[in-house]
């Protein structure tokens, strides 16, 4: 359930029309509804209230300060995978004991800049990783505390680019390895291992492979307390996955009433690392049309926004869908690809839409792009980023201008000037 809704032909954000917002802002525009947002944060708190969770909401889906603040401000924790994520939940004010730290590339400034914040754990995804913690705190005169992030080899039957827990990916330890990695942690001075983490991928929409990838864990978990490790903490990523079109979803409620009783009886702390279903479909992406072009077999709506705004169909083919914010033009239904100005093929926001007659000047909504949109946004042909705005209400607020030309050449042009 999200706040953008049709009334009268024409879409809202919450009790904003987009229109008056493209009026206002221009497009490409991203607009994200507060409501929405906070709706799908507490879906998830109220359903796994038996274990009160720490919620690390996955910065990387949408990185905006304004939505690290809204989060924080409901209790949310923080996982980040970079020192420049670290930069911004510092910068939204998140403390730094809800935030964890993943990733398999940590490097040496990073790990010391995440040691000097404070954060509650780095989860580990390799030995020589774990090796670099211990000497960097150790150069600190500090104990990093660190989960050691297990590969429980399921598969997540999402798309392979997302799929991150089966042997063949980079991320995580195969059980064997991390009950080695265990015993080791133990001879470090500077690390103290206090957890397991997993997160086997990105939208998943069936229960099942986390049921698989817990049971495997919980083993783990058995092992190591009869080892003598002292556990307090069980990561289980995120991953939940959304309605773009036709998925289905386990909701918040199924989920955990599914995976609370395994993860119960372990008396660990739960961590979560939402990201998509939190944000995802708070978000809509507007864009303009340019041209109608007539193809053969079918026509091209040559948008504003470009894969260097929205890339997920090129990268996954992911399907998001699209439709005009106001019906303005009867007639037929036509079979059309909505492409952007970028001059690759992959430029496409759609294919194979059937979409009402469109003219220059209509503006088409692209739904479920909270998550992994401007997140993913680059400067590709040197387009410049959407801004983008937060709706609470009757009330919009920009959280991000459009960039501008001297933003974009601004390192260039400083680069140029040191070295003359
Ligand atoms: N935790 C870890 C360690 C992760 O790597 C990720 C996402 C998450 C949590 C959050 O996953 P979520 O709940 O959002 O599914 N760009 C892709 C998704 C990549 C996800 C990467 N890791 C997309 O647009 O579908």
């Known amino acids: 359930m999200d706040e953008f809704k049709v009334r009268q032909g024409e879409l809202f954000c919450e009790e904003i029309p987009v229109l008056a917002l493209v009026k206002k802002y221009g497009t490409p525009l991203y607009v994200y509804s507060r409501a929405t947002l906070l709706s799908h944060f507490h879906k998830i708190q109220t359903a796994f209230a038996p274990l009160s969770p720490l919620i690390c909401y996955s910065v990387k889906a949408n990185s905006n300060l304004s939505i690290l603040k809204e989060l924080a401000a409901q209790g949310a924790g923080m996982d980040i995978v970079s020192g420049g994520e670290l930069v911004r939940v510092q910068t939204a004010g998140v403390p730094a004991a809800r935030v964890v730290y993943a990733g398999v590339g940590k490097t040496r400034p990073e790990i010391a800049e995440a040691l000097r914040a404070g954060i509650l754990m780095f989860n580990v995804e390799s030995e020589p990783e774990l090796q670099r913690i211990n000497h960097v705190a150790g150069q600190m005169k500090k104990v990093a505390r660190v989960a050691l ?6 598969d997540a039957k999402t798309h392979q680019y997302i799929t991150t827990g089966t042997k063949e990916n980079k991320f995580g330890l195969s059980i064997p390895m991390a009950l080695g990695l265990f015993r080791e ?3 470090m001075k500077h690390v103290s291992a206090v957890g397991v983490h997993m997160h086997i ?11 698989q990838a817990l049971k495997r864990l919980s083993v783990l978990v058995d092992e190591l307390r ?8 069980l990561n289980m990523g995120g991953g939940m996955g959304i309605i773009y079109d036709e998925e289905q979803p386990q909701t918040a409620d199924a989920f955990a009433r599914a995976v609370v009783p395994l993860i119960r009886p372990l008396g660990l702390k739960l961590i979560l690392e939402p990201g998509r279903f939190i944000v995802g479909n708070a978000g809509v992406l507007l864009t303009s049309v340019q041209y109608v072009k007539r ?12 894969m260097n705004d929205l890339i997920r169909p090129s990268l996954y083919h992911a399907h ?3 439709f005009p914010v106001k019906k303005s033009r ?12 970028i001059c690759e093929s992959g430029d496409f926001l759609g294919k194979d839409r059937h979409l009402p007659p469109l003219a220059e000047g209509d503006v088409l909504a692209v739904r479920s792009t909270g998550a992994y949109g401007m997140a993913m946004a680059s400067n590709y042909n040197s387009r410049l980023r959407a801004a983008e705005v937060l709706v609470s209400g009757s009330k919009a607020a920009v959280i ?4 501008t030309m001297a933003d974009v050449l601004a390192t260039e042009l400083g680069a140029a000037k040191a070295k003359k």
């Open 149 to 154: 992030r297990i590969n429980p080899d399921v």
């Open 185 to 187: 942690a133990r001879k």
């Open 201 to 211: 991928g990105s939208q998943i929409t069936s229960v099942t492979p986390y049921l």
């Open 226 to 233: 009869a080892a003598g490790h002292a556990l307090e903490y």
């Open 295 to 306: 193809g053969h077999v079918k026509s091209f709506v040559i948008v504003d926004a470009g």
């Open 320 to 322: 998001h869908q699209i």
């Open 330 to 341: 009867s007639g037929r239904l036509q079979l059309c690809d909505v492409v952007g100005p």
């Open 400 to 403: 991000r201008r459009r960039e």
